[in-house]
C-alpha cells in the first residue's frame, strides 16, 4: 500500500519515531497476580494498538472473559506472549489479534512499536501500532474475549483524562492510571501505555 504524506499512517509513524521529553510511564498498575512465571526474567509479550484509520480516529480495545485466570474482566489490547514460533512482537500481536478478534494480519498497516512496558506480573509488553479500516466486523474467541469495543483516540490520549490513583497493597503503595470511558473501566497496563502513546504521540490532528 502506498501511503500519502499526510495519511493517519503516515503520521503515526513519524510520531512514534521522534524523540519526546518525557520518559515512559513505570508505574505498575496489575495488582492481581505478582507470581512471576520466569524467576526474574520478564516473559516477553506484545499487543496490538489498532487505529482505525476515520477523520476522528479510535483505537480498539477488548473486554476479557470473566473466565480467565488472569486478567479477568479487564479491558486490553489483543495481544499476549511472545511465542518461540513468532519471529518478533509484530509477528506476535498479529497472530494475537486473529486468534482473539478474528482480525486479518493483511488488514493491518504496521507503522511501528511505542514504548515497552513492564508488568509486576513478570511480562515486558510490546506494544505494536498499526492502522485498521473503520467499522470491520470482529469475530471473538469467546473463551478469552467478552466484547472488543473502539473508543476515541483523542480521547484516550488526552492527559486530562488519565487519572493517577494508587492503593495500598502488601504494604506498599501501588501507583497506576485509570481512564473512564462511557461504561469502560480502562486501567493499569493497558490504560499505561495509553498514557505513553499520549507522551509519544504529537501530530496535529
Known sequence: ????????????????????????????????????????????????????????????????????????????????????????????????AREEIGLPPHAVELVGEADRYRTITGFEVQPVVGVIAPDLVFTLEPDEVAAVFEVPLDFVLDPANHVETSVEWQGRDRHYYEIAWQDYRIWGATAAMLVNLSRRLRWTR
Not at 4 to 20: G, I, K, Q, Y
Open 1 to 96: 500500500m502506498t501511503l500519502a504524506a499526510n495519511s493517519l499512517a503516515a503520521r503515526l509513524r513519524t510520531a512514534l519515531a521522534t524523540e519526546h521529553e518525557h520518559a515512559p510511564v513505570l508505574l505498575s498498575g496489575d495488582l492481581r497476580d505478582v507470581t512471576a512465571e520466569s524467576d526474574g526474567v520478564p516473559m516477553p509479550a506484545a499487543v496490538l494498538v489498532a487505529v482505525t484509520d476515520r477523520p476522528s480516529p479510535g483505537v480498539i480495545l477488548t473486554q476479557r472473559t470473566d473466565s480467565l485466570r488472569r486478567h479477568a474482566g479487564q479491558i486490553a489490547f489483543p495481544g499476549g506472549r511472545i511465542d518461540p514460533g513468532d519471529t518478533d512482537a509484530a509477528a506476535a500481536a498479529l497472530r494475537e
